[in-house]
């Protein structure tokens, strides 16, 4: 016998009823009412935790019942079956084995569905798109933090030589160039841009000995523009901040950058490892050493530690290993040029 | 005159429990990419439906998956509209924005159709009444008129679209109705403005006396002001819509609130989400046990009314699907 309270689907009456069934009938019973319907015509709802249950008849009206055990033996005596789902989600077993396989799920798109998905959408960009998204970066860049070049036209117009002349690996699709720019709060560096230009800073070539260090880094640069590497970063980080979103729900949308923003320093390790590798690929075609990019890596690697003026950055190698953008040099030294 | 009587609402929903249901539903969206998860959305809407009491009874909710998945592809295919033509040239952008700002008030009218016809409580289904026609004023107009006047007409369009909504929807054949004044909205609206205000020359005056550090209470002033708005207006919307001759109340507070949205933040990011369904179920909780009713008489006398009995249209309608839009 089951407590239940019955509304008839017209008013908002409740009137208080007993439930019984022989297995094939269940019966209603009331102060002013009794009735009976075929087990099979009743709606049962999806048991959901300890919420009160729902019993929908024909007649239109409804039954609420509170006392789960009382029911789920009568509905046992009515060869009622609950959904596949109904053992799964109210067992704690279920739910660990569910939080380690969303981990699980989630840690392989991330390492695996992520990079592929990214480079496939990245090498499909038409080259149109490309010239575009490269074009807006550099107005971007040149508004916000880049300087006109103080190096002579002599200098500039010699080092475009000498890129020139560094011919493209094969399977190259892009056209080159070198744009000059200076920057004294950033340092040395140069970056890739989208569509194939390279942004070459001042503080880097004053810290160049040769010219063929200067191309060392550019095929470096190159790597990363035949590989698509900035184009992958957003797109990947766009990606994660979507899913954080959406799984964070109300969360703020801040938070969601957070992760989003790790993950990019994280994918450019990576990343550089490629560009090193096709950077000492290119380097021996042209008959040059891959040891170049060695002695300028060690060189910039030098003038960061000194403009942060952080002399015990060498000693925290493991720390910092893992927060950098870039792999530790040593790494990155013998992977390029293992007999230096 | 029938003496009035106080129904508290109650929320009976309990973290570990909802955290079970919850974590095998979202392993099924993500191994579906998603598909499933507009089946777990009726789950979690009917677990909250279901806890949450009233007098005894318990609130149901009837919306099906399907209606949800069809609501999502619609929503889908504006969005990519809206993406597409922004890619390809202005004009096609300018285009589909006013696309866009032309079926969303009547888009919006679906949905809440969809909500208030799949919601049910003691065997009845509530409804919603609200004129298309009507809703473009209040969705379309009104917004229009804000931009136009700097804000200024902000909290006069909230006020607006609250009572459209509220005044159209109805508990069986009952009408709800919305008592406010447009003037209570500019109150709270006015007031989180002065401790805006008020922030800025805190700040002034920490940078007048050099003393920066006092500027580092501004977060704790901001925080402030989003409880104020998210706990005030509530109460103020909820306690100033009656439901036929009786009247509902809440009365949440500040502090609580805040302390509640914040440990739950704190906890979700310390536990990677983990923390999402007690986070959901320690707020409703909250607010719910600051809701009630306040009865004239019998809440047993309810009707169903003319237009459950001819359900058929209004199924039909109703039925077609949901976009999840918060108002």
New interface residues.
Partial sequence: MVAA?Y????????QVVTLTSDGEWLQLRGEVLTRQWLMRDVKV??R?????R?IELPDG??C?VGDQVALESLLKQAGYRGSW?DG?????R??ML??V??IV?FAAAYRYLLPWGAGVVAQSIPPAMLQKLGASSLQTLDKLMLEPSKLPAERQQALRAAYAKLAALPDAQLDYQIEFRSAPQIGPNAFALPDGNIVMLDELVALTKNDDEILAVLAHERGHVEQRHALRMVLQSSAVGLVMTW???D?SSL?ATVPAMMVQASYSRDMEREADDYASRSLSLNGLSPCLLTDILRKLEAAHVQRQGEAENNKKGSVMDYLAGHPATQERSALLCPAH | MQAQQEHAFEF???GW?????W?????LS??TLGIYSAWAKV?RL??FY??TRLA???F?YHGTPIAILKGRLIAFALLVIYTVAGNLNPLLAILAFVLLAAVMPWLIVRSLRFKLYNSS????RFGFAGSDGAAYTVFLLFPILTVLTLYLLAPFTHYKIKQYQHNNSRF?DTFFRFDASAGSFYGIYLKAFGLLVLAGVFFGISVALHMPWLALILPLFYLYIAGFIAVRLPNLIWSKTGLGEHDLYSRMAVGKYLWIALTN?LG??FTL??Y?PFAQIRMARYKFSCMGLLAQGD??????GQVQADSATGEETAEMFDLDISL
């Fill in positions: 309270q509304f008839d689907g017209r008013t908002s009456a409740a709802s999806e959901l935790g300890d919420t009160p729902r009206g409804h609420e789902l799964m989600q109210h067992s704690m279920w739910a569910s939080a396989l969303i799920a799984y964070m729900g969360v938070l | 009976t929903g309990k429990e909802y955290f079970k249901i974590i095998v539903n979202l392993l993500i191994l789950r009917q677990y279901r806890n005894d009874a318990s149901e409580y003691r065997g009845l069986g933040l979700i990011v989400g983990l999402i809440i047993a006398e309810f009707v169903a």
